[in-house]
């Protein structure tokens, strides 16, 4: 097992993280934002590792936002913003201290599961600059609603989409970001706020096929998935299971129910929904 102080050791294979020319390219213009928080330092360690090991040439600066901690990880950037502010309040404080107009914005649980094709991560950035798009997302999750006549990659996002806004890995215009921010929501009221809010601007895409291959998150509400424990733990890559559980069976059932029914939920009148949230609250599908 890894520990916190092995991170520099653990780090040192490959390349150095962030910035790196690729192909003679340089991109100082677009920074890997990686939002976390020092509950989540526990997945540092394997996320930072798996990020090296299947995305040695990424050409990015890579910054991690933290909160009191300052993790000595080679080529990262820990930002340490402060304890006891909300999501929003954070990511606010990150984008000021960010100098690039352009972030691909992250999360520490989007653990990589095979190579990333740098090539086409920097051809989408190109096209994200070229045609001024405001937010382009790296994985359909949810994807477009649109086809862009002569455009294969992606698509546009209707701005009547649900979760036209996410927190899913997005390359985003960070003047864009920052109005759609607002002090004090969480990064789920963003989500849902912030798809609201984003109705005035044009510009937002999804890619069709995964061009960040992550696939899912490995945590929820602030446990392993049992899938996930079990995969990476096998890796070597400093997973630490006594710093964080795994869901139960049942929490396991509890949520492919959630996920299964969330999607006919989400299109349901308001009244309906309201209606049907103390049998959700009863089998624990809402907190």
Same mark, same amino acid.
């Given at each position: 097992?890894?520990?916190?102080?092995?991170?520099?050791?653990?780090? $040192?294979?490959? %390349?150095?993280? &962030?910035?790196?020319?690729?192909?003679?390219? #340089?991109?100082? @213009?677009?920074?890997? *934002?990686?939002?976390?928080?020092?509950?989540?330092?526990?997945?540092?360690?394997?996320?930072?590792?798996?990020?090296?090991?299947?995305?040695?040439?990424?050409?990015?600066?890579?910054?991690?936002?933290?909160?009191? $901690?300052?993790? %000595?990880?080679? &080529?990262?950037?820990?930002?340490?913003?402060? #304890?006891?502010? @909300?999501?929003?309040? *954070?990511?606010?404080?990150?984008?000021?201290?960010?100098?690039?107009?352009?972030?691909?914005?992250?999360?520490?649980?989007?653990?990589?599961?095979?190579?990333?094709?740098?090539?086409?991560?920097?051809?989408?950035?190109?096209?994200?600059?070229?045609?001024?798009?405001?937010?382009?997302?790296?994985?359909?999750?949810?994807?477009?609603?649109?086809?862009?006549?002569?455009?294969?990659?992606?698509?546009?996002?209707?701005?009547?989409?649900?979760?036209?806004?996410?927190?899913?890995?997005?390359?985003?215009?960070?003047?864009?970001?920052?109005?759609?921010?607002?002090?004090?929501?969480?990064?789920?009221?963003?989500?849902?706020?912030?798809?609201?809010?984003?109705?005035?601007?044009?510009?937002?895409?999804?890619?069709?096929?995964?061009?960040?291959?992550?696939?899912?998150?490995?945590?929820?509400?602030?446990?392993?998935?049992?899938?996930?424990?079990?995969?990476?733990?096998?890796?070597?890559?400093?997973?630490?299971?006594?710093?964080?559980?795994?869901?139960?069976?049942?929490?396991?059932?509890?949520?492919?129910?959630?996920?299964?029914?969330?999607?006919?939920?989400?299109?349901?009148?308001?009244?309906?929904?309201?209606?049907?949230?103390?049998?959700?609250?009863?089998?624990?599908?809402?907190?």
């Amino acid at each position: 097992m890894i520990s916190p102080l092995d991170i520099d050791h653990q780090m $040192q294979e490959g %390349a150095s993280l &962030g910035g790196e020319d690729v192909a003679g390219l #340089s991109l100082p @213009d677009c920074t890997l *934002l990686i939002s976390s928080c020092d509950r989540y330092a526990d997945l540092w360690i394997p996320y930072f590792t798996l990020l090296r090991r299947r995305w040695s040439d990424c050409p990015f600066p890579v910054v991690l936002i933290t909160e009191d $901690q300052f993790p %000595a990880i080679q &080529g990262v950037r820990a930002l340490g913003l402060g #304890s006891g502010l @909300d999501w929003s309040s *954070l990511m606010i404080r990150a984008l000021d201290a960010i100098d690039s107009p352009y972030v691909l914005l992250t999360l520490e649980d989007f653990f990589l599961r095979k190579e990333v094709d740098s090539a086409r991560i920097l051809a989408l950035f190109e096209e994200v600059q070229r045609k001024q798009l405001r937010m382009l997302r790296l994985i359909p999750r949810p994807g477009p609603t649109t086809v862009i006549p002569g455009v294969s990659e992606y698509g546009a996002i209707a701005s009547t989409a649900l979760y036209r806004v996410s927190t899913q890995a997005s390359f985003w215009h960070v003047e864009t970001l920052r109005q759609l921010l607002v002090i004090g929501e969480t990064a789920w009221e963003f989500e849902v706020n912030g798809t609201k809010r984003s109705g005035e601007y044009d510009g937002f895409a999804a890619v069709w096929l995964d061009a960040l291959p992550y696939w899912h998150h490995v945590v929820e509400r602030g446990k392993w998935f049992p899938w996930d424990a079990w995969q990476f733990s096998r890796l070597d890559i400093g997973v630490n299971l006594s710093a964080r559980s795994v869901m139960s069976m049942g929490e396991t059932v509890r949520y492919a129910i959630h996920k299964t029914t969330g999607r006919y939920v989400a299109r349901m009148p308001k009244k309906l929904r309201r209606a049907l949230k103390p049998l959700a609250r009863l089998l624990g599908m809402v907190g």
